[in-house]
């Protein structure tokens, strides 16, 4: 794979409207982190007592983060708004020339900087809630 602008990286929430997403704004730092608990089933049988995990077994989840300058007063007030009541609502992430992921999402964390000579800048962390989509772009 060539080299990618990760400025091109893309958060959106969707709108009123199901399936249509409004910007919140372009991520300048961002992680996609997916997790997969094992579940041990190492008993006595187990061969030396090595380490058994069980295939296909455990908890799936995802975390987003990343970090950016919000789009405009509107993507202020809905992630605000989200934060504050606690919704899990469809976020999605593009990753440019790669991939884009829709999932039910939480803000589980929300920082907002607003420096006096500079944008008003986020910071945000989402957990999973659900199976997310990928679809390659």
Same mark, same amino acid.
């Given at each position: 794979?060539?080299?990618?602008?990760?400025?091109?990286?893309?958060?959106?929430?969707?709108?009123?409207?199901?399936?249509?997403?409004?910007?919140?704004?372009?991520?300048?730092?961002?992680?996609?982190?997916?997790?997969?608990?094992?579940?041990?089933?190492?008993?006595?049988? %187990?061969?030396?007592? #090595? &380490?058994?995990?069980?295939?296909?077994?455990?908890?799936? @989840?995802? +975390? *987003?983060?990343?970090?950016?300058?919000?789009?405009?007063?509107?993507?202020?007030?809905?992630?605000?708004?989200?934060?504050?009541?606690?919704?899990?609502?469809?976020?999605?992430? %593009?990753?440019?020339? #790669? &991939?884009?992921?829709?999932?039910?999402?939480?803000?589980? @964390?929300? +920082? *907002?900087?607003?420096?006096?000579?500079?944008?008003?800048?986020?910071?945000?962390?989402?957990?999973?809630?659900?199976?997310?989509?990928?679809?390659?772009?």
């Amino acid at each position: 794979m060539a080299n990618q602008a990760g400025k091109l990286t893309a958060l959106s929430v969707e709108s009123a409207t199901p399936t249509v997403y409004n910007a919140v704004g372009g991520l300048r730092a961002k992680s996609v982190r997916m997790n997969a608990q094992s579940i041990d089933v190492t008993d006595s049988e %187990s061969t030396d007592l #090595w &380490q058994e995990l069980l295939s296909g077994g455990g908890v799936k @989840s995802m +975390e *987003i983060s990343g970090s950016g300058v919000f789009e405009d007063d509107a993507a202020i007030e809905r992630v605000r708004t989200l934060f504050i009541v606690g919704t899990i609502e469809d976020w999605r992430v %593009s990753l440019p020339s #790669w &991939q884009q992921i829709d999932c039910l999402m939480h803000i589980s @964390s929300l +920082e *907002i900087d607003s420096p006096h000579d500079g944008a008003v800048a986020f910071s945000i962390t989402l957990q999973s809630s659900g199976k997310p989509t990928f679809t390659g772009i």
